[in-house]
Structure formats: C-alpha cells, structure tokens
T-cell receptor, first 116, second 111 residues
Framework: GAGVSQSPSNKVTEKGKDVELRCDPISGHTALYWYRQSLGQGLEFLIYFQGNSAPDKSGLPSDRFSAERTGGSVSTLTIQRTQQEDSAVYLC??????????????FGPGTRLTVL | GNSVTQMEGPVTLSEEAFLTINCTYTATGYPSLFWYVQYPGEGLQLLLKATKADDKGSNKGFEATYRKETTSFHLEKGSVQVSDSAVYFCALKAAGNKLTFGGGTRVLVKP
C-alpha cells in the first residue's frame, strides 16, 4: 500500500513567517511521529501522537512549534515566526500501534525547510 | 537519558570489502534496536531490527546482533556493493515509543 506522504517536499520561507507542514500516515496506523534532521543536531524527536491520547510534546524545541492530528489521520506541524535555526528536514513517521516497543516506524520522504 | 553512539564516517570501502559499523547504546529498560538507511536523495528506510537480547536482525545481506552485555548492535555486511553507499543510522526505542538515533555513518563504496 501507499507509504507515508509529506507535503510540500521543499519550502523556502522568510524569517518571521509561519509555515505549515503536512503528513499523511499509512492507512490504519494509529501512531504518528515528527522528527527533525539537521546538520548540527542530527535526527531529533519532536512530537508523538497515539490514538486519542494526549500527544507527547517533549521534543518540541520551543513554543513556536505546535502540531495537531485531525481525525486520527493527517497531521500538521506548524512553526510560527520561523528562525534560521529552524532550517532542517522535517520527517514524519507512522506505526501500526505505537504501544509496543517492537513496533516499527515507517518514514516519509521529508519536507526540506529553508528559512532565509 | 537514552543515547546511541555510532562510529563517525565517512567510511570508504572497495566493492566486495567487509563492512562493520559500530553502534553502542545507553538506555533504561529493554529497548528495541534498529538500523535505518538513507540512500542518496531518498528517505529513511528500516534496514533491520532486533527486539530482545541475542536476537539477530538481517536484511539485504546486512546483519546485526543485539548484545545486552556490551550494549551494542554493530552492523555488518560481508561483501558490499556500490549500491550500499548510503548513510546508516543506529536507533533505539525504549519506553515512550520515540526513536533515539545515533549521528549517522556515511558509507561510500567504490567500484
């Protein structure tokens, strides 16, 4: 079946603008994750949604970052008042259950964000 | 907290050479361990995984064994090909379900 999809694939924005990044998980997957891949910090966890539970936001770097997941499927990551240090590739992943340590996460192609 | 340490690259090899990428971890509890691969211009793909001590994960000629006593999960392949050129990430998943990644190791295989 279809994998995780993300849009846009590339986004260039000016410092101070808000951006929204979208993720469509694999159909039937109840868990959804956002990560960030940057040169200086490697791959970092941002936020995790599991079913109807409150999301784990422990990886969000500042209150400029937020995410929501509507209807248990599509998720949007919003970055307000973007800064140059927000430039990175934002990766979305989904997994079937999310509750078992053995559960495998499948990644989308990422959105490359460049803040000028 | 949890952490993953893997050897820095780049690792440059000739075709048919033996590849080892070292990975060690620190975690509370009993994590699952993963190797992900990122080919040039592509997204992260799961290469293999192991969910408990002494398990061996294998795929595409790659193998890694979960060694609890040495907290390691080294990746090996007996005979690499040019198509194995990629960045390899070791990762763990413990309680909380988020993946903790190592810094990645770039591998370049020359013909």
């Amino acid at each position: 079946g279809a994998g995780v999809s993300q849009s846009p694939s590339n986004k260039v924005t000016e410092k101070g603008k808000d951006v929204e990044l979208r993720c469509d998980p694999i159909s039937g997957h109840t868990a959804l994750y956002w990560y960030r891949q940057s040169l200086g910090q490697g791959l970092e966890f941002l936020i995790y949604f599991q079913g109807n539970s409150a999301p784990d936001k422990s990886g969000l770097p500042s209150d400029r970052f937020s995410a929501e997941r509507t209807g248990g499927s599509v998720s949007t990551l919003t970055i307000q008042r973007t800064q140059q240090e927000d430039s990175a590739v934002y990766l979305c992943a989904s997994s079937l259950v999310g509750l078992a340590s053995t559960d495998t996460q499948y990644f989308g192609p990422g959105t490359r964000l460049t803040v000028l | 907290g949890n952490s993953v340490t893997q050897m820095e690259g780049p690792v440059t090899l000739s075709e048919e050479a033996f590849l080892t990428i070292n990975c060690t971890y620190t975690a509370t509890g009993y994590p699952s361990l993963f190797w992900y691969v990122q080919y040039p211009g592509e997204g992260l793909q799961l290469l293999l995984k192991a969910t408990k001590a002494d398990d061996k994960g294998s795929n595409k000629g790659f193998e890694a064994t979960y060694r609890k006593e040495t907290t390691s999960f080294h990746l090996e392949k007996g005979s690499v090909q040019v198509s194995d050129s990629a960045v390899y990430f070791c990762a763990l998943k413990a309680a909380g379900n988020k993946l903790t990644f190592g810094g990645g190791t770039r591998v370049l295989v020359k013909p």
